[in-house]
């Protein structure tokens, strides 16, 4: 089985035949799909300038994520929370209500740690439900890529029955995730995690980077490959020829240090269906 765990939505794109075809071409059998972004979140040209902003409501919001859920079970809905808006926990109740199996978010304008977004972790956390967060460099006219460094996880190690993802490998950060991922098995075997920490390698990495970064992963001795989840960064215009590529580049980094085929059905498959609960 193979699982793409991170997959963005484009309101406008609304053929979900072509999804589950595309799905099909590349051999994807299943995706994780995030919501529309937002009100933190616009539209910009490759200029920097404002197009439009696109911005729906939370109801309009659940309503699109979960139609698509609703077509094939082969989607799975996740919503696109901004913690720092008033009615965020609401927001989570509404979500969950509706069927959202996760949560994603972006900090562009605020650290991890501060103290509203560690009480909107902390209630997806009594809900049961994962969080994948965006990490390492932000491309964004609008947002500082400081909010993004893996060490500014760290605190949430603390939170009871997290499951959070730390996506893109943090990359340029990628040496510093793995240190926190090692931080995370030390305090899990001496009975101070309260938390579950993932790596998503949803590039992010280039893929001169490719090779060093799955090959660290899988031979820095940590006991790591039960927490690690491939994904695209696709949307759901979905780019069967863009997952192939990422596919085969992760082949050969995977080659190079030979991981076995148990361990290669844990990063494609099994992993993510234990972020998400299953």
Known sequence: MLIDCHVHTHAEVEDKGALLKSMDEAGVDKIILLSNHPASFYNYSPEGKLLEK??????????????????????????????????????????????IRGFKVICNRHFPDDEKPMEVWTYIAQKGKPILFHSGILYSPKASSRYNRPVGFEKLL?????????????????DENLAMYGH????????????????????????????????????????????????????NNYSSAYTKKILAMDKEALDLVKVTQAQRDKYYSKNVLRFIGC
């Open 158 to 174: 603390e939170i009871p029955r997290l499951r959070f993802a730390l996506a893109h490998v943090s990359w340029p950060w990628h």
């Open 54 to 99: 696109k911005t729906l409501s939370l109801a309009e919001t659940l309503k699109a994520v979960m139609d698509w859920s609703a077509y094939s079970d082969r989607i799975i809905p996740f919503y696109w929370i901004d913690p720092l808006e008033s009615d965020a926990i609401k927001q989570v109740d509404r979500a969950v209500d509706a069927g």
């Open 184 to 235: 995370y098995r030390s305090m899990l075997e001496e009975g101070s995690a309260s938390a579950e920490m993932f790596i998503d390698t949803t590039p992010g990495t280039p893929k001169i980077y490719r090779n060093e970064v799955l090959g660290k992963i899988y031979t820095i001795g940590y006991d790591i490959e039960d927490n690690v989840i491939f994904g695209t960064d696709c949307n």
